[in-house]
């Protein structure tokens, strides 16, 4: 029980239990819980959910290595002549491209799930993960663990919604995962699409919103008006019934001036907006000439 409330608190806390802690039989050579490592025995963790590294960030980190050293150990585990990595890759990495043939390690004893529960943990909790690989981390442990969402909301201090939300991502077509992966669109955009039901209106409404950089709330009203065109009827047709006198013929006569159907809406306190609809670049510079007077 001790280990799950220290998982939940984040790896830092895992780390403050490792006063005393008995070595197994590969380790007792080591003399303290912090041994120095030569880099070239230690592995990355194949688990490791970042899948991308910042390389300008890790050259600044392995400058400021070159001038102080690691601050922090890393955390490995030993595996048979080797180390693997648990935590701090970055640190790892930028070790090495400053040229350091060893570091400072906390060495754990620990098996392959608290490896991952470990990795996850330090990642969510010290660095920003993008959406899908926080996703697909969250999805590999509950596959390898067998571990409930709750169980995850315990080990990782976030809601079951919070989980959900995130594992709903991978749903989303591959095309839009990877404009989620790289920034392209945010969580906002990509937990507005899932209202969608096919993944070709998925697709199409991403297009959209990267062609015309809608706000996640344009993108929310435009999912409600697929999924209940009457409803947007409806409104339209209130709409229609609230425009006073000389919004109606305004409407009409520059619509006519305009050759294109100008759409006018207004609330009960009088705030609106003036819609004119364009098919193409050329109809819509002749509706700007039009509007200038040329």
């Known amino acids: 029980m001790a280990k799950k409330e220290a998982l939940g608190r984040g790896l830092g806390a895992l780390l403050q239990n490792m006063e005393g802690q008995e070595l197994t039989n590969n380790t007792k050579s080591i003399a303290a819980e912090i041994a120095t490592i030569p880099i070239e025995v230690i592995e990355p963790n194949p688990n490791q959910p970042r899948t991308e590294f910042d390389q300008e960030a890790l050259e600044e980190l392995a400058q400021s290595i070159k001038q102080y050293g690691i601050i922090v150990p890393v955390t490995v585990s030993k595996i048979g002549a080797t180390y693997q990595l648990i935590a701090g890759e970055r640190r790892y990495r ?4 400053a040229g350091l043939t060893a570091i400072p390690a906390y060495i754990r004893v620990v098996t392959k799930h608290e490896i991952m529960e470990m990795a996850l943990v330090e990642n969510i909790q010290r660095e920003d993960l993008n959406p899908i690989e926080t996703a697909l981390t969250l999805q590999a442990l509950i596959e390898e663990c067998n571990f409930t969402q709750e169980q995850m909301s315990e080990r990782i201090g976030k809601s079951r919604s919070t989980i959900t939300n995130f594992l709903r991502l991978l749903k989303l077509p591959a095309d839009v995962q990877i404009n989620l ?17 096919t993944k070709e209106e998925q697709i199409k409404l991403m297009k959209t919103i990267i062609e015309k950089e809608l706000s996640v709330r344009q993108v929310e009203a435009i999912v409600g008006n697929i999924k209940n065109p009457q409803l947007q009827k409806q409104k339209i047709g209130t709409d229609k019934k609230q425009l006073p006198e000389f919004h109606t013929d305004f ?12 759409e006018v809406t207004r609330s009960m306190r009088g705030k609106g907006n003036i819609i004119i609809p364009f098919s193409n670049d050329e109809d819509f510079q002749r509706i700007v000439a039009i509007i200038e007077g040329v």
């Open 181 to 197: 992966r790289n920034g392209v669109i945010t969580m906002g955009h990509a937990r507005a699409l899932l209202g969608l039901e």
């Open 94 to 97: 930028a070790a090495k491209l």
């Open 251 to 262: 409407k009409k006569s520059i619509s006519s001036k305009l050759g294109t159907s100008v």
